[in-house]
């Protein structure tokens, strides 16, 4: 499962790493618009493995964020 944004916006935080383990609910990056913070969660468990983004790339919707491979 490939978690997407879904506005246009700056990746503020990346919060996991390849290899990570994630919960469903689970944060994995955090966006940041119009001097919001918006956080991304994953849609369900899994492990990471793909982070197509780092800290400062502006991101539109659809681009792909984080990758998780369902446990």
């Known amino acids: 499962m490939t978690v997407e944004s879904e506005l246009a ?3 503020w ?3 996991v790493a390849v290899g990570d383990s994630v919960a469903d609910g689970d ?3 955090i966006l940041e618009s ?3 913070e918006i956080p991304v969660p994953a ?3 899994g492990t990471v493995t793909a982070v197509h983004v780092e800290e400062g790339d502006t991101v539109y ?3 792909a964020l984080v990758t998780v ?3």
């Open 9 to 11: 916006a700056v990746v």
């Open 13 to 15: 935080k990346v919060l």
């Open 27 to 29: 944060d994995l990056v």
């Open 34 to 36: 119009m001097k919001m």
């Open 43 to 45: 849609g369900r468990p």
């Open 61 to 63: 919707d659809g681009d």
């Open 69 to 71: 491979h369902p446990d």
